[in-house]
């Protein structure tokens, strides 16, 4: 756990589609080698100083990040947000923005393609900013001769030496960038562009060869050159005192929904339907809770809120294969759950086994028990107006 004040914000800007790498999945979720292409840009940003680190992500992939990013950071866990991003680079900046700690000073923004960038390069920007207060863009000479053209013709000569490429980071002072996004009305190439268009000044320093961004399939090849014959530096590994973990899971949902009952991922039809965001069932959401409880990953609000609408109406089968997925892949298996249900209805000792069988086969086989009570008439459960359940599960490292 982090104690000392945190003044930086790092913002990785993962969203985008990814289409001409022609990989098949947004491109921060493509593997460079076992690990994907967010996973080594988090390498170099959990190993530089320690820094809020909000992941912007497609909405799809949020509990997929959050599982990476806890990973990667290990210790500084808690200094992890995953936001869904927006339909473009500055609405996705936009997203992350919202959601830096309101005591930060210094933002950076980094591209999750340019995934092998050194922890050194972040920490000379987050320096260069605290010491100027200017914006700051690393950058490389341009060392090739640079050419004007028309079509196929060549036009002209540029001279490369009023020429720079830039990189990411890009760091600035958080008012700054803040209000530079506020007043923006069109669409920039980067964040120095934008800020730079508010009439602010813009810094260069030395930038790495290594901060080269990953954008077709050419560049993914040489990225996984460099790490299988010269790793920069190891991913982090999972936490080396890893053990069995137990977590604890609650739901409640009223009775007023619409349509039919959705319970432990059974349909009762002729019983009241509970209502809520998705279908109600206070079992299976039970069931999530306490899965990402055990495994350290936030909760069913973390991975399925309403940020994700594919599972507005979803049932049980749903959300329990994402939960089982998520925690796959930050290392853990599902040892076994076990769910008590209180309510008055329905009676649910005639289809225990059917719930079992139902819940167990979405959690891909994981061993799960259900009891229930009617809590002898006590409390809202007792008076048929809603359904609570516990759960308690047990997660293994893989």
Not at 23 to 42: N, Q
Not at 237 to 256: C, Y
């Amino acid at each position: 756990m982090t104690t000392t004040r945190i003044d930086t914000a790092i913002i990785v800007v993962a969203a985008g589609s990814g289409t001409r790498l022609g990989a098949g999945s947004p491109k921060a979720f493509v593997g460079i080698d076992e690990h994907t292409i967010l996973r080594h840009c988090l390498r170099g940003v959990f190993d530089a100083a320690p820094a809020q680190v909000v992941v912007v992500v497609p909405a799809d992939r949020v509990g997929e990040a959050l599982a990476e990013a806890h990973e990667q950071a290990g210790e500084r866990r808690d200094l992890v947000t995953v936001v869904a991003g927006g339909e473009t680079r500055q609405g996705s900046v936009s997203a992350g923005l919202s959601r830096v700690w309101a005591d930060v000073d210094i933002v950076l923004v980094h591209d999750a393609a340019r995934a092998l960038t050194p922890s050194g390069v972040i920490d000379r920007v987050i320096g260069a900013v605290r010491e100027t207060g200017h914006g700051v863009v690393p950058a490389l000479d341009v060392i090739d001769t640079i050419k004007r053209v028309e079509g196929e013709a060549i036009t002209g000569a540029v001279d490369r030496s009023e020429l720079a490429a830039a990189q990411t980071p890009q760091g600035f002072r958080r008012d700054i960038l803040v209000a530079a996004y506020e007043r923006a009305a069109q669409e920039f190439t980067d964040d120095a562009a934008l800020v730079a268009d508010a009439g602010h000044h813009i810094m260069r320093i030395e930038g790495s060869s290594l901060s080269f961004k990953i954008t077709t399939p050419a560049d993914l090849a040489q990225a996984r050159r460099i790490v299988a014959d010269a790793p920069i530096a190891p991913v982090r590994p999972a936490l080396a005192h890893r053990v069995p973990r137990v977590g604890v899971g609650t739901d409640v949902h009223a009775f007023g929904g619409e349509g039919a009952l959705w319970l432990a991922g059974l349909e009762w039809p002729g019983e009241p339907a509970l209502s809520g965001h998705s279908d109600g069932d206070a079992v299976a959401h039970a069931i999530v809770d306490a899965l990402l409880n055990a495994a350290g990953l936030g909760d069913i609000g973390t991975h399925f809120g309403t940020a994700r609408p594919e599972f507005a109406g979803a049932h049980a089968e749903a959300f329990l294969a994402e939960t089982e997925r998520i925690l796959a892949a930050a290392g853990w298996r599902i040892g076994n759950v076990s769910v008590q249900v209180q309510a008055q209805r329905p009676k649910f000792s005639p289809r225990r086994d059917e719930a079992e069988a139902v819940l167990a086969a979405a959690l891909g086989g994981a061993a799960v028990s259900v009891s229930a009570t009617t809590t002898d008439g006590l409390g809202f459960p007792g008076r048929a107006e809603g359904v609570q359940a516990f759960a308690v599960a047990l997660v293994i490292p893989a």
